[in-house]
C-alpha cells in the first residue's frame, strides 16, 4: 500500500466520517501491518467531506453518500459499497471544484486520529 502511495507527491486522504468510523479503521490496519510511520511521511493531512458538505449545504437534512449523490450529482447511488464510495466521495468533492483555502479549513493531522 505505502509503495502505491509513495508515487504521489503530497497525498491527501479523504474519508466521508472522519476520525469515528474510516480513519480510525485505517489507522489500526496501518498499526497491525506496522505502516504507521511510514505511512506518516506518505500521507501529509487527512480531510473530513462530511464537514465540506454540511457547510456546503446546510440546508439538508442527510449528508449520506446516497443522498448526496442523488441531489449533487442526480445519480443513483449503492449504499454499501466501498468502491462506490470512495469514487462518489471523489466525484462530490471534485464537483465542487473547492480552492485550496476552502478545502485547507477541513483538514486535520494524523495524529488527531490517534488523539481521539
Known sequence: ???????????????????????????????????????MYIVVVLMNSLRVFRKLYPMLELYKHNNLAHIILIENYFTHDV???????QTLICNEEL???QVIIFTFPQAAVYNQ
Not at 476520525?19 to 479503521?25: E, P, W
Not at 485505517?26 to 511510514?38: I, N, Q, V
Open 83 to 89: 468502491v462506490h464510495n470512495a469514487k462518489a466521495n
Open 99 to 101: 480552492s485550496t483555502s
Open 1 to 39: 500500500m505505502t509503495s502505491w502511495l509513495e508515487q504521489y507527491p503530497y497525498v491527501k486522504l479523504v474519508a466521508h466520517y472522519r476520525t469515528k468510523i474510516d480513519f480510525a479503521v485505517l489507522m489500526a490496519s496501518l498499526f497491525k501491518m506496522g505502516l504507521t510511520e511510514k505511512c
